[in-house]
């Protein structure tokens, strides 16, 4: 599975963007699906995250209520809509596809698939 994230930029504090994330070489529909995002100096840290029917969705505390996840399992894209941007979501973010189990849907350990990340930049 090659996975390719696209839709980082720069965007004023409050502001919105939407995130992309397209497979290529196997369908995603039998696998779990997240973001996650590292900034400089800082450790790679969960964002959200999407069962494989789209029904289940998770959220890290600091995203909640401003971030939505879905998925398009015929397009086979995922996608995260983040409104409210603070300074603090500055980071490359990183989509990946795994079956994790319940304990390790937050975990880089959970996914097995990796694509490259899109820079996302908010200023204050």
């Known amino acids: 599975v090659q996975l390719q994230a696209s839709g980082g930029g720069l965007v004023q504090a409050g502001g919105s963007l939407r995130l992309s994330c397209a497979a290529s070489?196997?369908?995603?529909?039998?696998?779990?699906m997240g973001w996650f995002r590292q900034a400089p100096g800082k450790e790679r840290e969960f964002v959200s995250a999407i069962r494989w029917s789209g029904g289940i969705t998770y959220y890290a505390d600091s995203v909640k209520g401003r971030f939505t996840i879905s998925r398009d399992n015929a397009k086979n894209t995922v996608t995260l809509q983040m409104n409210s941007l603070k300074p603090e979501d500055t980071a490359v973010y990183h989509c990946?596809?795994?079956?994790?189990?319940?304990?390790?849907?937050?975990?880089?350990?959970?996914?097995?698939?990796w694509g490259q990340g899109t820079q996302v930049t908010v200023s204050s």
């Open positions: 070489g196997s369908t995603l529909s039998k696998y779990s």
């Open positions: 990946a596809a795994g079956t994790p189990i319940l304990s390790y849907v937050g975990k880089q350990e959970g996914y097995r698939y």
